[in-house]
């Protein structure tokens, strides 16, 4: 009997959520049944947003995202595609002459998000349930396809519903035969798995059928369902409104905000983590869009993008493909060439049978990066619409696929790009992600990786307790951390950040809870971790612009405080792992000195520096480093070099401390090598050490020892090779005691050295003009 006969009830049509079969049959029925009103699994909510669906500037894949109003963070989603059912349905019901009533029925996100945490929206249901504790539901789909004799549901799915109408007069006659069959083959599933049912699920239905009662109230029979087909058998269950009351009573509720937001083909995906996600959106999308000659428009698709990665395709290689996904098809009887059929066809055809242009075609078109638009005219928070505001301004476009953005923080229009990217940062909005610049690594530039995900709506919705613009919202929430932080060094990374984002008006509050824990922190480390981020600070406030001569008062007085903590801190017994860790902190305290440009501070640092060399009860990783920095700054004259190198690698010094001293002074990548190659009184001091080292002795100090020359380059290795095989006194040419080397004059000639004074300036002029141009 024809489901349009009012004499049977209501049409119930269960489907797949996304399947572009699915999709065509649920219009195909609607047009057979004309009802007078569409029912559709989904939060009542959403009703009010509806028309929107009907909006030109709405382009799915869109979702229905759902938060408490009080907790952004706790919400769901509920996707849609162009190749949705439900999207399908919706369409239908506003593309009539005489537009039909569409509503949602589900159980209301009120409800939903009052029970549970965040998720992925209600669509997870779908294959993906979560029964009764110690028991799970199974996977409606691939118990179908195991009786139906095919070991991948996908395949099966594709062959039962989604080439149905797949190609010219493929249509099928009746078109709720599926839906009648589906349903059957769920009653019989839910029959046989009754002791895996999901709690939620009952709730949920429960609502549907209080809905429907609601429908049949208004409309009588002539109405439609789409929904899940897991529910159909539930939905045409003879159960009594008392008893759905029942279960309905008594649940929790949270006020809940709603709205429309872009959705993208690759969070469709299964592998993204959704529920009722499926393997390969981009190309059920094109099973939708190309109901002629899908696989010739598919593979003619596929060339385009192996032709824009230089791969030699031709229109034979198309045709041949075509061919070759044909008759793989027939030969395992199936209606038409599926996925399976034509990827194998590009890879034998188009991709010489390597996996690797493959993989390429799968990623961006099997799956790809389709984002959805949503109309200005959905509701959204003002910290939304301030960010799109911009967005537009600043000509950044919000996209699926990964990009890479490059500024000149010069130009007011990249600088202004910065600011934004470094404000939603803050907020907790990881549009773009900074990353090393390829154009160089001057201060004026900046990399960013951008890429849009659906998640960022909802931190835009969280970060909108903050404030109704960006500059506002990071502003208090760039004080509000400053408030709360615990440790030095995230204030001081704080101080930075806000640098970097232009928050002038925050600086204050940052710079008082930077003071007050300053003050009250004495652990050299911590001390020595926070300095580095505020010198980077001024460097930044020159570039951007910022006014950050506040920071320096704060950085010259931790600085003060690091050279009165750390020697006592160096001397207290300190294992290798502390050592090491206090070493890394005595170069980033060196390079911050550096960059806060005070003369009178890098005097009492040297004088640490020295006083780090010379004490005997530091360990040599230490004492090795401190020796090494005073040499590259000029300050430890070449003979005290030796001498504290001399005194380090004694027969009286423990092995492994001598070791750490040659890894302090030569190690960690600072050149140590090629001051050993052109330095034979320190190589031979290191020679003559190694050689004296006790046999039982060696075995303990060599991996330090192969860790500290493993890290020079190998130009560099075989140089020192070349040296300890001859001796580190009989280099060729070399010079004698007290001589200059050969080629040399045994002084500075001012003369000559006065005549390249211009060339030199005019090469570091060059050099240094974007630089220059930079400041403020």
Known sequence: MSPAAPARGPLLLGVRHHGPGS??????????????????????????????????????????????????????????????????????????????????IDLPAAHTLARRPQGEGEGEEEGAGAGAPGAVRPDPLAVLAET?????????????????????????????????????????????????????????????????????????????????????????????????????TGLPRTKVETTWVPWTHRRLARAGGYGAGIASPGWYAHLFAARDRPVERWLTKVAGLLREEDRQVSTAHV???????????????????????????????????????????????????????????????????????????????????????ELDLRKDTDAARSLLLHRLRLLGIDWGRPTASRAGTGTFRETWRLRWEPELSVRVAEAGIWGTTVLAAATAKAEADAAAAGELGEVTALAERCLLAGLSEALPAVLRALADLAALDTDAARLAKALPALARSLRYGDVRGTDASALGAVARGLAERICVALPPACAAGLDADAAAELRDHVDAVHGAVGLLEDDGLRERWSAVLRTLAGRESVPGLIRGRAARLLLDEGRLPAGETARLMGLALSPAAAPADAAGWIDGFAGGGAGGGTLLVHDDRLLGLIDAWLVSVPAEAFTGVLPLLRRTFGAYEPGVRRTLGELARRGPGARPGAAAPGAAPEGFAPELDPARADAVVDLVRLLLTAAGTGAAAAGP
């Open 319 to 405: 045709i041949e493909a075509v061919r070759l996904a044909e008759t793989l098809a027939a030969v395992r009887g199936r209606p038409l060439p599926g996925l399976a059929e034509t990827l194998e066809a590009v890879r034998a055809v188009m991709c010489d049978g390597s996996d690797v242009p493959l993989a390429l075609v799968e990623d961006r078109l099997v799956v790809g990066d389709v984002l959805g638009r949503v109309p200005d005219g959905a509701p959204a928070v003002p910290l939304q619409r301030d960010l799109t505001r911009q967005q537009r301004s600043l000509r950044l476009k919000a996209e699926a696929p990964e990009r890479e953005l």
């Open 148 to 248: 139906a004799g095919y070991d991948d549901p996908e395949r099966w799915w594709e062959d039962a519903v989604e080439h149905r109408g797949a190609g010219p007069g493929a249509a099928p006659r009746d078109p709720a035969a599926a839906f009648e069959a589906l349903g059957e083959a769920m009653a019989a599933l839910r029959e046989t798995y009754a002791d895996r049912e999901d709690p939620r699920d009952l709730v949920r239905e429960a609502h549907m059928r209080q809905r429907m009662r609601a429908a049949r109230r208004e409309f009588g029979d002539s109405y439609a369902v789409v929904c899940g087909a897991w529910h159909v058998p539930a939905l045409r269950a003879r159960t009594t409104a008392a008893a759905d009351r029942k279960l309905l």
């Open 23 to 104: 999709a065509r049959a649920v219009r195909a029925a609607l047009d057979a049944a004309r009802p007078a009103a569409v029912l559709i699994e989904g939060p009542p909510e959403g009703d009010a947003l509806l028309p929107l669906a009907a909006d030109p500037a709405m382009r799915p894949p869109v979702a229905l995202l759902a938060h408490a109003a009080d907790d952004p963070g706790r919400a769901a989603f509920w996707p849609l595609a162009e190749f949705s059912p439900e999207w399908a349905a919706i369409r239908w019901a506003q593309q009539q002459p005489d537009p039909v009533p569409v509503r949602f």
